[in-house]
């Protein structure tokens, strides 16, 4: 039997609103893990504040050796992994690390798991996203690019100026 080289990235369903808590617990039993978080501001009746949530809803991500599966389901809050043509669904490490560059600016992001029809692929040329691909679309009448996450069937819409990209 071969013995896998290094771990990957599996995206990993949790039960509704236990995104934080099971993310705690992979972390207490040592596993590498990545929850997306974004900064949004609520409104309550009397007050607003700022809160952290989940970027993708009910999703983290654990970079582990497939051996390790079974632990992962064993930790409270995880549900399930995802599929994808019957195999449990990796990541590419770019992807992770491009959901990383886009949290790490102040762009305003917007997820979505509609289906976008698949357009031009460009790369951003200038600016904190510099090197970025994915694919411009026209969304609800804005121009935006779209990075598309395959293995989760949902988008991160980033506002993006024309003058920015450049064709692929």
């Known amino acids: ?31 590498e893990a990545y929850l997306p978080l974004q900064k949004t501001l609520k409104q309550w009746s009397d007050r607003k504040k700022w809160v952290s949530e989940p970027l993708f809803k009910s999703y983290l991500f654990v970079r582990i050796f497939q051996k390790q599966q079974t632990e992962i389901l064993m930790t409270k809050g995880i549900a399930r992994f995802l599929y994808h043509s019957g195999k449990i669904a990796n990541m590419p490490d770019q992807q992770i690390n491009e959901i990383q560059m886009l949290l790490s600016t102040e762009m305003d992001l917007e997820v979505t798991s509609d289906h976008i029809s698949p357009g031009e692929k460009v790369v951003i040329k200038a600016g904190p996203l510099i090197g ?3 694919e411009l679309v ?4 804005q121009k935006q690019l779209i990075i598309r996450l395959e293995n ?14 450049d064709k692929l």
């Open 1 to 31: 039997m071969l013995k896998e080289a290094s771990p990957k990235w599996y995206p990993v369903y949790t039960h509704s609103r236990a995104e934080k808590q099971a993310y705690d617990l992979l972390l207490k039993k040592g596993i």
């Open 138 to 141: 026209s969304y609800k009448s």
């Open 152 to 165: 989760l069937g949902q988008s991160i819409l980033v506002n993006a100026h024309a003058a920015l990209v």
């Open 132 to 134: 970025l691909t994915g």
